[in-house]
């Protein structure tokens, strides 16, 4: 059983979470993900770690309540248990294997969209952390939704806030903010791109076109999270991989995107006749 230490909102169905796991927050790195269970027969959900304490021995996760499960977790509060909470999984950034003197040296850019800005924060967070500076373009519907700007914005070079209707910073999605700063002459070396599959699929079409080499996180896929179920099995450059357990990040331009939100709307049908309850899912 795993403690819930805090719970606090930060949009309209979108909530954070710390949850007491020692051994997760002692050896959890960007880019990686843990499986957790609210009840001892609930189903595997995976989601990204946003954050660690080693110290307290807290994993902040950030949660939309969209499915049965989540709809379900958003009911529990502080002080409240999961029944499992295990990780971390899947490979950490590949930005943790580069030489931190070659990364001061390269103009690196995120693109996080809606509840992406969870994944990207601890990667700039981990990047500030030494010494290297990154912009990241965040995108959201509107300012109610807006999630982790703050915190984005102590760790970041430049935040570039997006929303689709204006109604806060600049209007437009994250690929018209990009042309932006284009347009006003910046240029980068890498892009690391997490968020909705469309919004990932447009992108990386746009960074095609700007000859930027672009990463992208494909956790939206995964269910079981150990690459046993095949849910999240992708093609990338022509080869068959599953973004749990060779992911999740992976060559945005060798993705095939298409086949990818194919297979990620297998279950909305049966999502959609499922009915929840407090206590469980039937």
Known sequence: MYKITEKRDLAPNIFLMNIEAPRVAKSAK?????????TEDGERVPLTVCDTDPVKGTVTIVVQAMGCSTKELATFNEGDYVHDFVGPL??????LHE???ELKNKKILFIAGGVGAAP????????????????????????????LEEEMKSVSGNVFTCTDDGSYAFKGMVTAQLEELYNQGQKYDLCICIGPMIMMKFACRLTEKLNLQTVV???????????????CRITVDGETKFACVDGPEFDGHKVDFDQAMRRSGMYK???AQKSCRLGGTK
């Open 30 to 38: 960007p880019g990686q993900f843990i499986i957790l269970r609210n």
């Open 217 to 231: 996180s494909m956790n939206p896929i995964m269910v079981d999270g150990t690459g046993m179920c095949g849910a």
């Open 120 to 147: 990207v924060y601890p990667q700039v967070k981990w990047l500030h952390e030494h010494g290297v500076k990154a912009d990241v373009i965040m995108g959201f519907k509107n300012k109610e939704m807006v999630i």
């Open 269 to 271: 049908a049966e999502e």
């Open 99 to 101: 030489d931190i003197e």
């Open 90 to 95: 899947g490979v950490e950034s590949e930005l």
